[in-house]
Nanobody, 124 residues
Framework: QVQLVESGGGLVQTGGSLRLSCAAS????????MGWFRQAPGKEREFVAA????????YNSDSVKGRFTISRDNAKNTGYLQMNNLKPEDTAIYYC?????????????????WGQGTQVTVSS
């Protein structure tokens, strides 16, 4: 089993930055690929970014490309999502997720473990 706990969400103005963290415990974090998803009210859960277990390969959705950066520190069992130039449409609950397959996935049903989410609100 893996437990994931997100932190770092909050309220920020348009153009501001936040860094989300995802602390993992349980199964060896370094063997898991990781992703970030978000869900706005009334919308489906949306893929944001993913990173392989080694951190050498990442993939971002078009909506955040050039603004968000996913990374991880396996020594700290923690993943990160650096969010810059935030826009009101980025407002959502952000979830981190992990999968045991060692690959990047953009669909949420291929992830095995989920955190509880952290709220990000961007004011205009």
């Amino acid at each position: 089993q893996v437990q994931l706990v997100e932190s770092g969400g909050g309220l920020v103005q348009t153009g501001g930055s936040l860094r989300l963290s995802c602390a993992a415990s349980g199964r060896t974090f370094s063997s898991l690929s990781m992703g970030w998803f978000r869900q706005a009210p009334g919308k489906e859960r949306e893929f944001v970014a993913a990173i392989t277990w080694s951190g050498t390969t990442t993939y971002n959705s078009d909506s955040v490309k050039g603004r968000f950066t996913i990374s991880r520190d396996n020594a700290k069992n923690t993943g990160y999502l650096q969010m810059n130039n935030l826009k009101p449409e980025d407002t959502a609950i952000y979830y981190c997720a992990a999968n045991m397959r060692g690959r990047l996935f953009t669909t949420y049903d291929l992830y095995d473990y989920w955190g509880q989410g952290t709220q990000v609100t961007v004011s205009s």
